[in-house]
């Protein structure tokens, strides 16, 4: 299924700490005192939870309950998250019995729950005895099993300040090519630092689209989440799966090196965005929340901050964001009831230099607006920035508030979770504002990073969010320009309920981490969406350190009812140009062009030209994989390339396809 060795490393990982476990067991001083109740569950039991797992679980958990694309049920972290010794067994199994399955909960028969419950004790330092699991011994506290390492507590001394950074051999892109990036690069997430995605190229237009062609293609030899934008400079295509990252020539696709950090499987999801290019360095974030340096000539790492403690419930995906000697990130954790924060490092040094809160606490602007519940307020970080190299200000979107169902466990707007923050760059305060879903309800996050452009004299800033629209903003009176419908919305304002409430965009559906490009050529945006409309119903919110903390269920409809739209508005006035409906829900970026081209893909697996002035698709190619990243198109001597990313095989939402693989387009040689 999965041949890539990092998951070899994982199992001899595991298998290295049971036997630690093992020998720390013999070697068990005859002083300890005698353990607590012993939750208790019998052979039978934990044997029959194996099938349960082989078959409901081993897909996401993986054979060795190393990880998958769902977190590691095993292993240290496992321990720590479980084990610490404030949660009961019945905590444990309420986890797995009202969430697990992930989005079919409530699927599997009330025994296989205890028993897959009991499995999990087994594989975990457990022993099994004669009384089974049942409702009248799952109340027991959970301990450390015997033989366990002591839990490690959370790491509050973070982040840490790498003793001797690197010297990165090159000095390139600096700030200028960041801001105006050559026709060669594809510098940074969306392009530019003003994130609008438009390449002045124009060799591969309207009329020659059609005779596009694979050049070349790289895998990455991973199957797992694949939603990283290929970033390109001087010929080399940076791109990243959770732990590795790949440089690679943009002409032939052969590797040039290749960076694995250590792969964690511990934090609930396991995916990456990409890079950030900045004086010859390669920034990077892990999922268990390193940022990395790498010499963007080499791979060899220059420096490895530790940011912040999954145990908190933290992790991180985006693609970092540099500008002006400092390198900015942010991280997720809101629907595991973790606080976010944007930070900014040094590039040479790797030191912090500030912080945001994205809920803020005490006398912070906004903290008002949480009347209780900011203990757990969410405000997460997912896809990249834009920044305003003049003014010096980064425009960070802010994901949806936590818990993400119940609004009467906090009652208020919730600033400022489902926004976006103009913070200044050098300082990390807040400048201004704009909330898109006050007191939101329906997990409805900003995810995507906002576009910031200039027309006619007035500079705007533009957002997508899962609400399902696209907001349109005036960056100069920060006056709501527009707000484009840009997937159905039904009973979308219905509270939601404890019998369910059906609503449209349900909590996969809009604009997901990829948002609008802006084409100045044509004065137009275009915006992909995903329709895709489910169920929340209310349940029981238990706080447990760590574990996910939503206080409701959402059922998605089926996949088959669910598909996509590329939409064309006026930058200006938001008014709808054309709208596209894909059969396949689209969550890629788009790259529009001077040859009136706008690229990008679909989940199916096609990847697309489409005719910016109609939609008109003018070339489609299937690459087999689901594209969920982005098409980078840059030029490598006289000739025009696109690179895509494709075989999004997460498994958790989307239809599944394909393996981790770069595509490199081209007009055939003239
Ligand atoms: C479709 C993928 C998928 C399947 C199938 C699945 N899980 Fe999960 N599981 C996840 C994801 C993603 C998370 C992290 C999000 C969360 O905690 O809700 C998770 C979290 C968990 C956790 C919490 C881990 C922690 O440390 O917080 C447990 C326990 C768990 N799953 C057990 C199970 C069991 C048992 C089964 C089979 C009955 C199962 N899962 C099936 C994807 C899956």
Redesign the pocket.
Known sequence: MNDHPRHDVLVAVSAALLLAQAIGAAHASPATPPPAAMPSFTAAQADSGAT??AT??V???GAALQGY???A?SGAT?LD??LSGDKTVAD?HW??ST?????APHT?PAQDYLD?TAF?LSRNGFHPGGTPLDSGTLPVPLPRPPGAPPAVPINLNLPSVPESPGRARGTQPGDDELIQPPDTAWPSYNRSLAGDRYSGLREINVRNARSLQVVCAFQLGETGSFQASPIVYDGTIYVTGPYSTFAIDAADCHKRWEHQYPADMSP??TVNRGVALYRGKVLRVTPNNHLLALDAATGELLWDVWVTDKAAGRWMSLAPVAFDGRVYIGEAGAD?GANGHLYAFDVDTGRRLWTFNTIPTGTEPGADTWQKGAESGGGSTWSSFAVDAAEKLVYAPVGNPSPDFNGAMRPGDNLYTDSVVALDAASGRLRWYVQQTPHDTHDWDTAAAPALYEQGGRRFMTVGSKAGYLFIYDRDTHALVAKVPVTTHDNDSAPITVAGTHHCPGFLGGVLWNGAAYSPASRRLFVNSVDWCGTTQLTEARFLA???FMSGEHALDPIETAHGWTRAVDAASGKELWARRAPAPMVAALTPTAGGVVFTGEMSGEFLALDAATGAVLYHFNTGGALAGAASTYRVGQRQYVAVTSGNNS??TWQARGAATVFVFALPER
Request: aromatic share 16%; glycine share 6%; hydrophobic share 55%.
């Open positions: 349960v797992y409901k679980c897909l996401c958990h694309a769902g977190p049920l496992f998250h479980w444990l986890k797995i969430q697990m399955p992930y989005l599997l897959v999990l609930p999801l595991w760590g574990v996910a498994k958790i």
